[in-house]
């Protein structure tokens, strides 16, 4: 309950803010019902898939440049039923991933439990694996999933050249490719491709429509017609055809419509924000981490030499007291005493000039203890 109250109240402060640098507000669900009304909705509303469902799976193809998709309530279930389907197809149940890939951490063993695969790791470095750690697996895997970028290890993100040549040793091993590209829509700025040409790299393709395209939920698996309609078989026996969907549907039409321009213009100036965290912090904190360097989408992590709770703290206090919000939420990190927040770079971010950002963090630091 306490913890729940501290989230409730945290919630309360950045929306009473009249500026915030990362994350950005919670909209309340008043405002996200206006936001739909820019389209048309005077027409039936789906049943089990059909109408405004089927509309959205032809824009992400269109916009993927893939023969079809298939519409998911979560990101989640659509990655296991693409794996599941490469399993079968291939004929071999191992998916070789990073230890920190979405399945590994935040779907609690889904992958072995429900799908009854099972995992190898290529490396274990804080990045993607490279050609020659694929060649180097030493079993065979039916399944390469990459994810683009590699949240966990700092929205991370290869060069063009090394994911096409990961891409072209996973083929050597005679195995197919999956992007789990949950935040693939902001990353095109870093390889300087459209999306198309991304997508084209795989057999197969996960988006989100609500962690970078401020949707409420829901996903899509983009791929080849016939993988896209054993999908649909799957989703069915997942549970995953709800009667109607259409209010997640307008709410991932308009993030299409409306975040989705804007996501280049978050990536640019997040290396602003970045670089301004870097130089802020490098003159008042003892020890701090801005990785990466140069942010590869509008994400990144900062991390500082304080127990999450105090991070936390001042940060709910900035909030209150000066109705400004630099950092979102701090966790622990795996080593006592250091914590990381992840910045966002959104909306709310872009008016906010290198000197906001350096008062923003020196006002943070002040409400730290000293010690």
Known sequence: ??????????????????????????????????????????????????????????????????????????????????????????????????????????????????AGLRTVHPTREERLPDAAEVHAVTEPFGTLMLELPLRDAGFVLPGWDELTATVAAARERDAVVHFDGARLWECTPHFARSLPEIADLADSVYVSFYKSLAGISGAALAGSADLVAEAKTWRHRYGGLPFQQWPTVLAALWGLDHELPRLPGYVAHAATVAAALREALAERASFFRVHPAKPCTHQFQVWLPYPAEVLNDAGLRQAEETKRAVFGAWRETSLPGLSMTEVTVSASALDWSAEDVADGVARFLRLLPSS
């Open 1 to 114: 309950m306490a913890e729940e109250r501290d989230v409730t109240r945290r919630a309360a402060a950045v929306n009473g803010c009249d500026r915030v640098l990362s994350q950005g507000r919670r909209p309340a669900m008043r405002d996200l019902l206006a936001r739909w009304e820019t389209y048309d909705l005077d027409g039936p509303p789906d049943r089990y898939g059909d109408g405004p469902v089927a509309g959205l799976e032809q824009r992400v193809a269109e916009l993927l440049g893939t023969e079809d998709a298939a519409f998911f309530p979560t990101g989640t279930m659509a990655q296991q039923v693409a794996l599941r389907c490469w399993a079968g197809r291939t004929g071999n149940t191992t998916v070789a991933l990073h230890p920190k890939a979405h399945p590994e951490v935040h779907e609690s063993g889904a992958l072995s439990l429900v």
